[in-house]
């Protein structure tokens, strides 16, 4: 029997606590941090950034006019890059691809056994990846029909030449580009999240490809619009929670790594000074290497407290899934509900007494 998104809470906390503390083990933990990362469930806040350091106009000037680019040694960095900068795309989606399924074979099993379960579900993985490519291309060419044909619209009538003449269409145009645009990246993570929670399974079970789970797939959304809408919408508000509690969490962690290292480095540095050493190729890349150590130390903190929202969220999809999937149903013991019991009749009222005389 299908079960709400609400009630499919309590099964997948369950479940949860169940393969990881029962029994409990660093090694399990470590293979699911590393599938959970590769597979795109690790929980982050706030990304990385990568932008680089403000200067001023006058700095800039100076750099250009007195180091120009050497364009014969740039020239073939670039086109490596052109080269290289793909292929890795291409891998870490093939990557992603094929731990998705390692995932849902480790919360299926309760146990993750990364080296048989990457040597299976080969092919549904291979037709995941494909999936994945023309998803993320489809994303890219409505994103760049929907910014670019009314900019070469307005460009075209000279609002652009003349912006003050044309400012209330701008702004009118602006905010009915921006309201599609949104749209159309809210619909594109839908089919992402859908397609990973729902289609998934069906490819990996039946072996059929991401268009035909699809197809099935719309039909029970068909069906059931209010079930399928509030997982999105529950799913969402737990991502949030989970986010936050992470984040917290990882925060923590670092402070507390940066007690030991961060002594540990103080005292290198005075060490160094007291024996005369200086900032040279050897201190620099000592640096660099201890630094990388540190990073490597919290990023592994941070993967093993991210463990639990890993597990977590599919098992959340499949218990939810479960209920209308007759083939992930018999994998996975779904909650029963309760039997109804009529409330007990009332006891009778005793009989009011005999008036005396």
Known sequence: MPISAVDSITPAFEHTKQQLFRPF?????????????FAGE??????CNFSYPTHGTTTHRNLIAVAPPNWELLAPLLVIAIITVPVIWLLLIYVNSRMRFVLFDSVIAKKCELGRMWRQRREPAFQYF???ILLILATIAGTAVLLGVPALAAFLLGWFTAPK????????TGILVFFVFMLWIVVSLIVQVF???????????????????????????GSEK??????????FILTIGAGIMIGILAIIAIVILLIPFGGLGFLGVLAGKAAGLTWNVFTIT?????GSMFLLIVFYAVSLISVPVIVFFPAYAIYFFAGR?????RLVPLPQPLPYSPPAAPPPIPPAPEPIG
């Open 286 to 290: 000592a640096a660099i290497v201890a």
């Open 325 to 329: 999937y007759p083939q992930l149903a």
């Open 165 to 172: 003449q044309h400012l209330v269409p701008l702004i009118l």
């Open 195 to 221: 397609t990973k929670d729902f289609v998934v399974p069906q490819m990996a079970l039946e072996n059929i490809s991401a268009i035909e789970g699809w197809r099935r797939l719309w039909v029970m959304m």
């Open 226 to 235: 209010g079930s399928y809408a509030g997982y999105g919408g529950m799913k």
């Open 42 to 47: 690790m929980s982050s806040g706030g990304g």
């Open 25 to 37: 083990g660093f090694s399990q933990w470590t293979r699911l941090a590393l599938v959970g990362l």
């Open 130 to 132: 494909v999936w994945q």
